[in-house]
């Protein structure tokens, strides 16, 4: 992104005068999906792509929001931040300035302009991306830079459940927030507490691969599957003492699995308690350098989340697929929410070339769909660049 073009769009919009740079990287997660509102653990890292923003401070309560990836523009007043449907993207920025407003914090005034380079509902957590974005400007341009980066990661997350009204967990909004260079995280959903694991391979890559099947988070089924495992859960309570489902071990889960009344709640349910292990294995596997190990753990992933958790579809199935079948892939899965948008795959550095095309070919065939396909590094978390 050329960082100096976008500043002097900013002056072409808003005139002349001081104004600061940020940057707020997307997310892929390595493994562990839809662990995180059941209390497991996840383990995903921020990458170099995400969203740039040029912000100012006004002296009045007037707030400017452009961004170059969307038509509108949105002009309104800091008292009022509301849900409108007709501010689209803007109500991001609405949500992440009223959570902040009511939990004590400064705000005010400010004129905006926001250009993302990740693709919008692909899986790669834009939406976070953008919250944590307008966090930090609000914390930069009127709190001194004093807001602690775990209270704004849980106000972004807030801004998300009750402002947006998507009740995603934590993962997102933590990986941007608290991303490294060259690391992933090691995340335990239900305490915070984390560990960075390094993420540098040398020998192999990281490639993301979009289905170019727009996911739109609120209107999915997430919030049916996160309800379910709420149900589950408290079917469970009935008999024994637990506060998550990730509490459970597989072996425990499988002695209480029968008070799951309905067959498909209980594989929800099955797959969160699986895939939590599984995390704990691949953190494992990727610091003792046993690649193959963690390459198996993601597909093991893959196959619980479309079959027991059943939120893949033919698009994510079939990249995966074509992946999988790839000489030199070492592991594939679908990565986020799902219900299209992005997979990831672990690939021989030296065979990329011939992955990408491989796969780019099959999906095409399969799907009539053309995928996207990008190599990006593991990077820092939210910050002021200039
Ligand atoms: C979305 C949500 C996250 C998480 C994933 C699934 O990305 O925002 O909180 O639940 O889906 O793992």
Redesign the pocket.
Known sequence: MNTEKLKNRFYELYGEGEATVFFSPSRI?II??????NGGF?MPGAIEMGTYGVARKRVDNVLKMVSENFELKVETTVENMVYENRHGWANYVKGVIHELGVSGYKTGGMEILVNGNIPIGA?L?SS?SLELLVGEMVNCLFNEGRIDRLEMIKLCQNA?NHFIG?M?????QFAIGMGRKDKCILLDCDTQVHEYIDFCMDEHVLVIMNTNKRRK?NESK?NERRAQCEEALEEIRKYKDIKNLCQLSTVEFEECAMYIGDPGRRNRARHVVYENERVKKAAAALKSGEIEVLGELINKSHESLRDLYEVTGPDLDSIVEAATGCAGCIGARMT???FGGCAIAIVQADRVDDFIRHVSDEYLDRTGYRADFYITGIGDGTRVIA
């Open positions: 997660n562990g999906e839809h662990t995180d509102y996840v899986g957590s976070a998300e998507v995603c967990g934590i993962m997102d988070l997430y986020g929410a799902g």
